[in-house]
């Protein structure tokens, strides 16, 4: 992008080419994402902890697959710890946790080691999905390779802003 400038007459461009180079709308909606969950953070530690407790060893992943078929719920997705530097898998974990919630609940009464999420944990947890489900959408969107991105950024963040303000 920098020789594009050199090659032409700066003085032919508005504001000397500067407005040539477009930053990628995905990666800074990444940036704002990430900046939003660390201030986050607290609101969603112990759904995290509580997926981890769950999903770092065989024994306690097969007490839980058990435990969600006995209470015949779908075993449809294995739980997912997220990468505190990748939102997207803090989305994902969140998403698979918050579905089997009652198995979480139902957990908790018989796994004295476990502490269950509170209520209000869960509902923070399920408002916080369903925004970053947005994001979600709208990077999977933006980062397509296959048609022009660049028309679809400022409807997409018009709508990202009806989102959070509700």
Request: net charge positive; charged share 30%; hydrophobic share 40%.
């Amino acid at each position: 992008m920098e020789i594009l400038p050199d090659k032409l007459d700066t003085s032919s461009l508005m504001l000397q080419g500067s407005l040539l180079h477009m930053r990628c709308a995905a990666h800074i909606l990444n940036l704002i994402v990430k900046d939003g969950l660390d201030v986050m953070e607290k609101g969603i530690e112990r759904v995290r902890d509580s997926v981890a407790f769950w999903s770092t060893t065989p024994k306690r992943h097969e007490k839980f697959e058990k435990m969600a078929r006995l209470l015949n719920n779908e075993y449809t997705c294995r739980l997912a710890l997220d990468c505190k530097t990748r939102w997207n898998s803090t989305y994902i974990m969140l998403k698979g946790a918050l579905q089997y919630k009652d198995v979480f609940e139902r957990l908790s009464i018989r796994e004295k080691k476990f502490t269950c999420p509170t209520g209000e944990d869960w509902v923070f947890a399920k408002e916080v999905c369903a925004r970053l489900k947005v994001f979600f959408d709208v990077t999977e969107l933006l980062s397509g390779t296959s048609y022009v991105t660049a028309s679809l950024f400022f409807p997409q963040i018009c709508g990202i802003r009806l989102a959070i303000r509700k």
